[in-house]
C-alpha cells in the first residue's frame, strides 16, 4: 500500500468522499477507527482507496435524517486511511487519521450512493504545519486545562494514565479530547471550528469547567464508545 501524507495544500484535493456521522468528530492529527458495513459506505472505502485514501468526517446538522440526506455543518476534517482490514463477513475494519479540516461547499450523490463534496482547504492550511513550542502563556492555558480535565474525570469517574497525559503535546491533548469526551453535537463542532489551537484550548476548557460546575455526570460513563456505522 502506497503511504500518502498530504504536507501541502497542493496536495489536498478539490473532492472528496465525506461521511456524515452524528458526534464523530475528527480533527488534524487524530485517528478515529470505524466499523463500515452498509454497502454506500463500502463503496466509499474502495473509492479512497483507489484515490488518495482520504475521507472527509462532517457532522449532520439534524442526527434524525438518514446520513446518506442529512445536511452537513460548513467544516469538517479530510482523515487518510491510515489502517484498514476486512473481515470474513465483509466489513471494513479502518482507521482514518486527520490531516486538514476544509470548508464544505456542496455535495453530489454518488451511483454508488456515497457523497463527493467540493471542499476547500485554504483557511485550515495551518493543521498541516508542525506544532510549535509553548510559551509561557500556552503553559498557563495548559495548567488550567488540566486542572480542568482533573475535575472532569473525577466528574465522569473516568480513569486515565495522568503521567501519560501530562507528557502528551497539548495540541494532541487537546484534539483527542475534542473527539472524545461526550459533548454534544454544537460543541463538538464549535470545537472543530475554532481556528488557532489557542481558541480550542480555552473552549475545551470553559466546556469542561460548565460541566464540573453543574455537576452533570448524566453522560455515559465511557468517554471512549466503540464507533459502528449503521
Known amino acids: ?21 452524528s458526534s464523530a468528530l475528527l ?15 463500502l463503496a466509499m472505502v474502495d473509492h ?20 446518506g440526506q442529512a445536511q452537513v455543518f460548513s467544516v469538517g476534517c479530510a482523515g487518510r486511511i491510515s489502517a ?7 466489513r471494513y475494519h479502518i482507521t482514518l487519521t486527520g490531516v486538514c479540516r476544509f470548508a464544505y461547499i456542496d455535495d453530489v450523490t454518488t451511483s454508488e450512493g456515497f457523497r463527493l463534496a467540493n471542499v476547500d482547504f485554504r483557511a485550515f492550511a495551518n493543521d498541516l504545519s508542525e506544532a510549535t513550542a509553548d510559551s509561557e502563556a ?39 479530547l475534542a473527539m472524545i469526551l461526550p459533548f454534544d453535537v454544537l460543541e463538538k463542532q464549535a470545537l472543530l471550528e475554532a481556528k488557532p489551537l489557542s481558541e480550542r484550548a480555552t473552549m475545551l476548557t470553559s466546556l469542561m469547567d460548565m460541566a464540573n460546575q453543574s ?6 460513563s465511557d468517554p471512549l464508545p466503540p464507533r459502528s456505522v449503521q
Open 1 to 21: 500500500m502506497t503511504f500518502f501524507a498530504p504536507k501541502l495544500l497542493s496536495d489536498l484535493p478539490s473532492s472528496l468522499p465525506i461521511f456524515p456521522l
Open 27 to 41: 480533527m488534524p492529527k487524530g485517528q478515529l477507527p470505524l466499523n463500515i458495513f452498509e454497502p454506500r459506505y
Open 48 to 67: 479512497a482507496m483507489a484515490q488518495d485514501r482520504l475521507i472527509g468526517m462532517m457532522q449532520p446538522r439534524n442526527p434524525n435524517e438518514p446520513m
Open 84 to 90: 484498514y482490514s476486512e473481515t470474513d463477513d465483509g
Open 138 to 176: 500556552h503553559d498557563a492555558s495548559r495548567k488550567r486545562l488540566m486542572d480542568s480535565l482533573t475535575s472532569y474525570f473525577d466528574l465522569k469517574g473516568y480513569s486515565a494514565d495522568w503521567q501519560k497525559l501530562r507528557q502528551t503535546p497539548t495540541e494532541t491533548l487537546v484534539n483527542s
Open 215 to 220: 455537576g452533570d455526570d448524566t453522560q455515559d
